[in-house]
């Protein structure tokens, strides 16, 4: 059974920077694909990052891209997600994802986190 458990979110100022963790438990962590999603109010919830097995291949979605960088530690078992120049359009509950590939599509992951809470105040 796979569990993912984020943490590091809170308020932030625009122009600040916020690392999230998300700690996973299971066997499959070193063999899988990780990602990280973003759900807004209002909104559906939308790609923001992702990254491959051993951690050489990312993704970004455009709007992050220069500003996030998505990390891993197998050892450790757990993916980060360095966020900085944090915007107000930031602000969303963001979730890790774990699955087979390396993919932008949600669902094409397995398994999903609860989510942190991001506000970033103007």
């Known amino acids: 059974q796979v569990q993912l458990v984020e943490s590091g979110g809170g308020l932030v100022q625009a122009g600040g920077s916020l690392r999230l963790s998300c700690a996973a438990s299971g066997r499959t962590f070193s063999r899988s694909a990780m990602g990280w999603f973003r759900q807004a109010p209002g909104k559906e919830r939308e790609f923001v990052a992702a990254?491959?097995?051993?951690?050489?291949?990312?993704r970004y979605a455009d709007s992050v891209k220069g500003r996030f960088t998505i990390s891993r530690d197998n050892a450790k078992i757990a993916l980060y997600l360095q966020m900085n120049s944090l915007k107000p359009e930031d602000t969303a509950v963001y979730y890790c994802?774990?699955?087979?590939?390396?993919?932008?599509?949600?669902?094409?992951?397995?398994?999903w986190g609860q989510g942190t809470q991001v506000t970033v105040s103007s």
């Open positions: 994802t774990q699955g087979p590939v390396l993919t932008t599509t949600s669902s094409e992951y397995d398994y």
């Open positions: 990254i491959g097995r051993i951690g050489v291949n990312t």
